[in-house]
């Protein structure tokens, strides 16, 4: 494996890194999903930088309570300690690196190593060391031998965040204006600012593909949905046809928003300014409920109740759903052939009993591994991986040169400051304008030494916070 | 060979005594198998611990008293 600069190149396991990303032709390397070597080195410069989801605060609620997460390929713990503090550290005895916590999630006083003993506090301190006065004469220090800490971490509205960069830019810098769009996802249905909790339960599974497929599907493919059609045939969704309530996008302005300068990216929709949409009529309790936050959130967001937020990835492994389901879901990578998929489902703390629970039974039919509509994308991303693997498949790149070169019709924001890379796709249907800008960020993880260089926006670039539409979305810029 | 003790069912409030001749209640077990959190009530060879708590490691402990 190599990150060499010879010949002025940047070059990952032999591979020039603008070749395999070659965003002027609009062209994807298949070697950046299937290569051990370039696997290697996004664990190093890519998931050891970035900030990363851990879990919710709301599955941690009292002293001693812990959840076991992943960053990257890292197994750490996320915990609150005996002051209610919360921590994020690495799940390895710092004696002989064996796990000190086997279990998904709970509570505890104490992080012991079955090895040979050593025992951490919830806030990471070595507190036990067998025969400590005998063995090792009492002068073992302690204080050098706690559980290893993420030097960041971020509570952002009840989501935990963290890198192992201590050089990484604040988790809000890290988000630039994309975090406009966040808040979609972590604030109340009603947008009064209440809180958010997840349903018991994560949902793990193995997907046998590598860990880009589903972030760049959630990234902004608006493309795919025909490998949806039979779950629509089904109609399961919560009003009785399709998978979900979109009579909220008929007639909306369909956009697209990338961040290629920090890799995020979404789909939403801005409705005309009309009336309420009826959402959620299998029952007449959550329909009334969701009527009732309706109209609150017209009160809330004033001209934003227009914006209607779609799917989206956090760069590189957060994606998510916000409105139906309200899910979370990240992508951990396992190896360039496969991830673990862990998903969380998100609720209004305050919605009734009677909410929560349709919504839990609609949330599971959707998405995770017995989710109907996961089901569709799994295939496709098996299969596309698997048939990407051969010494001649990979030899011919990946197309995302949809809208490529191609103005994108102008639209009324009606004042709204629309943060990142604005595209409306509303007559063209979809772009990959939030792809390429997903895979521009990739590669600028695999070439950057350090987050001076990838902190590009300080030195006067795009910082993704300036207001584009239609055509003047993409002067000067190759997405 | 002395009858190994597990750990997990020891309770709270339960008197154990150490190799080292002290005895001590437990006050919290975090039933790892590994630790108990106890309070000293006697101890012979360092008095000094008598009314401190510690955690102490499986493999210290002599026997369940009570």
Redesign the interface.
């Known amino acids: 494996m190599s990150n060499s600069h010879a010949n002025g190149s940047h070059r990952a396991n032999g591979h020039s890194i603008a070749d395999m990303v070659d965003l002027a032709s609009g062209t994807v390397s298949r070697e950046i999903f299937v290569n051990e070597d370039i696997y290697a080195q996004e664990q190093e410069q890519l998931f050891a930088r970035a900030w990363l989801f851990v879990g919710h605060e709301s599955q941690i609620p009292k002293p001693g309570d812990f959840f076991v997460s992943c960053m990257g390929e890292e197994s750490v713990i996320l915990c609150r300690d005996r002051e209610s503090q919360i921590h994020v550290f690495l799940n390895s005895c710092t004696h002989r690196g064996m796990k000190v916590c086997r279990y998904d999630e709970g509570n505890t006083p104490v992080f012991s190593c079955p090895y040979h003993g050593w025992s951490f506090a919830t806030d990471g301190k070595l507190a036990g060391v067998p025969y400590f006065k005998d063995a090792y004469k009492g002068e073992l220090d302690k204080s050098q031998w706690g559980l290893i800490e993420v030097p960041q971490l971020r509570n952002y509205k009840g989501t935990v965040w963290a890198t192992w960069d201590k050089d990484a830019p604040s988790f809000e810098e890290y988000l630039g204006g994309y975090r406009t769009y966040l808040d979609f996802l972590l604030d109340t249905w009603d947008g009064a600012g209440g809180e958010t909790e997840v349903f018991g339960g994560i949902e793990k599974w193995v997907i046998p593909c590598n860990w880009k497929f589903p972030s760049e599907n959630f990234v902004g493919d608006r493309y795919h949905n025909i490998s949806h059609r039979s779950v629509d045939l089904v109609g399961a969704g919560p009003s009785g046809s399709g998978r979900r309530d979109t009579q909220e996008r008929v007639g909306a302005t369909a956009l697209d928003f990338s961040f290629p300068e920090r890799g995020h990216g979404t789909i939403s929709f801005l409705r005309p300014n009309d009336g309420p949409i009826p959402s959620y009529q299998h029952s007449k309790i959550v329909s009334d409920y969701f009527a009732h936050c309706e109209n609150e959130r017209r009160k809330n967001y004033g001209k934003w109740s227009r914006f209607i937020p779609g799917p989206g990835t956090v760069f590189p492994n957060f994606s998510y759903l916000p409105r139906q389901p309200r899910t979370i879901a990240v992508w951990h990578p396992r190896s360039p052939e496969s991830h673990e998929a862990w998903r969380w489902f998100l609720v209004d703390k305050n919605a009734p009993a009677e909410v929560k629970e349709f919504l839990r039974k609609y949330y599971i039919s959707y998405s995770g591994p017995a989710g109907l509509t996961e089901q569709d994308d799994m295939e496709n991303w098996n299969y596309a991986h698997n048939a990407s693997r051969g010494a001649i498949a990979r030899r011919y790149p990946y197309n995302y040169q949809m809208g490529m070169g191609h103005d994108a019709p102008s639209f009324d924001a009606d004042g709204l400051e629309l943060p990142g890379l604005v595209r409306n796709v509303t007559v063209a249907k979809a772009a990959e304008q939030n792809q390429r800008g997903f895979y521009s960020r990739w590669a600028d993880f695999l070439r950057a030494s350090n987050w001076d260089e990838l902190a590009s926006w300080r030195n006067g670039h795009s910082n993704g916070a300036k207001f584009h539409n239609g055509a003047a979305a993409r002067a000067g810029s190759a997405l | 060979m002395a009858e190994v003790i597990n750990l997990i069912t020891i309770a709270e409030g339960a008197r154990i005594s150490t190799i080292n001749g002290a005895t001590a209640e437990v006050v ?1 077990n ?1 039933k ?4 108990v ?1 106890a309070k000293y009530l006697t101890s012979p060879e360092d008095p000094d611990l008598v009314g401190s708590e510690d ?1 102490i ?4 402990i002599a026997e369940v008293l009570t």
């Open positions: 919290n975090p790892d198998g590994v630790w959190f955690m490691f499986a493999q210290d």
